[in-house]
């Protein structure tokens, strides 16, 4: 069991370089959070509901983390702050990392494909800061979801996925599986342009488009004189 914790620390450690020691990692509220929910998912596998919520409410006042007794998590997960809020059939895998303020939420029940309501994390991915997962999606193994990101359909292996409604940045999958992504946004990588540089691209999209038509309708205007109008004489 010291060992597990050991394993968990570092793991934490080495996605994270803020902290000098496993000792502050301790102090972490995404830790405490998961110690909870093991506690809270054991009393819920027992069918001791009211005591695993009772736990789970504990969790959430102490670390402003709310993960549901009956979310599955499996090795090495790091929520990263807090604010985070995990549904009752999310499935997390293992060294997944989701910062503050993520959403794994669910869909109306009847809706859900036998019971199912609330997203599947595979192994090894990143949830950047306020991202919001929804439905009974799968999220695939390495795959990032950008900050801010709205996913409400299946995201590939390795896909980075950005914007509201996210859409895949179509880079490679071994792109990324190489280093650790944080908030897994990426920043100086080929990713579709944002704010004042979006902008400035539509404005120049928008002025060669004025120019085509311009160029077409001057065309067009010679096309419709025809050859013998007479032309203005120049003074």
């Not at 496993?22 to 093991?38: D, F, K, Q, S």
């Not at 859409?167 to 999958?173: D, F, G, I, N, Q």
Request: charged residues 20%; proline residues 6%; contains cysteine.
């Amino acid at each position: 069991m010291v060992r597990a914790l050991i394993d968990y620390l570092d793991s934490v450690v080495a996605r994270d370089p803020a902290p000098r020691s496993r000792w502050e990692v301790m102090l972490y509220p995404g830790v405490w959070a998961v110690g909870y929910h093991r506690i809270a998912h054991a009393l819920f596998v027992a069918r001791l509901f009211f005591l695993a919520r009772m736990v789970n409410h504990i969790s959430r006042f102490l670390t402003a983390i709310d993960i549901h007794p009956g979310a599955t998590i499996g090795r090495h997960l790091f929520i990263d702050h807090g604010f985070t809020v995990i549904g009752e059939t999310a499935l997390i895998g293992d060294n997944v990392t989701i910062y503050q303020c993520v959403t794994l939420g669910g869909t109306n029940p009847s809706n859900g494909v036998g019971g199912k309501r609330h997203p599947t994390l595979l192994d090894n991915v990143i949830v950047g800061s306020g991202a919001q997962i929804l439905g009974p999606i799968t999220v695939g193994k390495r795959a990032r979801v950008g900050a801010n990101a709205v996913v409400t359909e299946d995201v590939p292996e390795g896909a980075t996925m950005v914007g509201t409604k996210a859409r895949s940045t179509l880079v490679k999958a071994e792109t990324w599986a190489k280093d650790f992504m944080p908030y897994g946004t990426p920043c100086k990588e080929p990713c579709e342009p944002t704010g004042l540089a979006r902008i400035e691209m539509l404005e120049r999209e928008l002025d060669e488009l004025r120019n085509q038509i311009a160029v077409l309708a001057s065309e067009r205007q010679a096309e419709t004189a025809g050859p013998d109008t007479p032309r203005r004489k120049r003074g």
